[in-house]
């Protein structure tokens, strides 16, 4: 068996290129609805530049509290998003997820779906982590969905945490522990 | 109106000191009880000097959103633990607490409670936020306790998010809104 951890078969992971990706990466901050989706900071437009200085410092914890990759597609190796494990604590086999699919076109085309098993399976199969965990918020029903789906259990309520067009929302953290992913991917490849 | 935030019944809070702090740090990290009640990160031993230098470049670190105290007793000004209200002054105004008593001889006898509400005041009547936030861990059921009086709520729990010798535990979530605070302190 030929284990494949980067190829799925709509898209594929891929290290941060500081000259090719950038770009989009910037373009993308120019857009709140999607910001807020992903993160709780407030919206900021930032340029290739801040894109590449963020990465830059990204860097410095790669390979070790955090692995990181960008998303392209497999039918014309454009970047579509990014996947994230960060905050690693190797000491209790503990490490928090994010990723995101930067525009609107790109989205429940499978392509997510595809990412967050890769994800997973890199996650209990080559970092042998126990666990898995991931922040989201009570307007994101898109998100909520997506974990539940994908085998995330809702953990954690923090009511009112997210202050957002006039009102609070609760803040929401799910979790997956690795039996429970394993219980549902017995067989060698589940991404393909 | 409260005439004096910092001073409680049996704590008052204190500006931190990096000096202080590591000298007092230092002695309590050779504790492995209290480092795996404090934090989950494998206890680490460091010289006083170190651990001095290591609070200097927090203070540095965290100057945004961040407010670090040290705890000390209001009968003979004996520092006893630390306390800090960290990730304030975000667009959603809520923070996060952490506390921790050091000298084990003042466990279990009201001395962190007493803190945390004097922090709980400072967050909610000086930052004005709406929420503060904490994390412990199901291993340590006397905090728990503690919070739960000071009037956190339980809001969920990080399944088995820890391993100490050999068994795993949860981190125990819990948040308390200031309309709950406000209410405990008018009752």
Do not use: C
Request: a neutral charge; charged letters at 25%; aromatic letters at 14%.
């Amino acid at each position: 068996m030929v284990l494949q951890l980067f190829e799925g078969k709509k898209i594929r992971f891929a290290a941060f290129d500081a000259d090719r990706d950038a770009e989009i990466f910037a373009k993308w901050t120019n857009d709140p609805t999607y910001l807020r989706l992903v993160d709780h900071e407030p919206a900021r437009p930032l340029s290739p530049y801040h894109i590449k200085k963020r990465f830059e410092e990204m860097e410095k914890e790669a390979g070790h509290a955090l692995y990181y990759f960008v998303i392209r597609t497999q039918a014309d190796d454009r970047v579509i998003g990014f996947a994230h494990i960060f905050w690693i604590e190797w000491n209790h086999g503990n490490a928090h997820f994010n990723m995101g699919i930067g525009s609107p076109d790109d989205r429940r085309q499978g392509m997510g779906s595809q990412a967050i098993e890769m994800i997973l399976r890199y996650a209990f199969e080559e970092l042998n982590l126990y666990r898995l965990t991931v922040f989201t918020f009570e307007y994101n029903t898109g998100a909520q969905k997506f974990l539940a789906k994908h085998g995330f259990q809702l953990e954690v309520r923090r009511r009112e945490a997210i202050y957002r067009d006039g009102r609070y929302w609760d803040a929401l953290t799910y979790g997956i522990l690795a039996d429970e992913w394993r219980a549902k991917n017995p067989a060698e490849d589940t991404a393909q | 109106m409260n005439q004096n935030l910092y001073t409680g019944k049996l704590t008052r809070l204190d500006a931190a000191s990096p000096d202080a702090m590591g000298q007092a740090y230092a002695k309590w990290s050779r504790d492995t009880e209290f480092m795996q009640l404090w934090d989950t990160e494998a206890p680490m031993l460091r010289d006083v000097k170190k651990t001095q230098e290591w609070f200097t470049s927090q203070e540095e670190r965290h100057r945004h959103g961040s407010y670090n105290f040290m705890i000390r007793t209001l009968a003979d000004d004996h520092l006893i633990g630390m306390t800090s209200l960290f990730d304030a002054n975000t667009a959603h105004h809520n923070a996060w607490v952490a506390i921790g008593i050091g000298e084990r001889d003042y466990w279990g006898k009201g001395y962190g409670t007493d803190a945390m509400n004097l922090i709980l005041a400072f967050g909610f009547l000086e930052l004005n936020l709406h929420r503060v936030n904490l994390f412990t861990f199901s291993i340590n059921p006397r905090a728990i306790r503690s919070y739960e009086k000071v009037g956190f709520v339980h809001e969920g729990v990080i399944r088995q998010a820890m391993r100490r010798y050999g068994k795993r535990g949860d981190f125990v979530s819990m948040g308390i809104l200031r309309s709950e605070w406000e209410r405990i302190q008018n009752a």
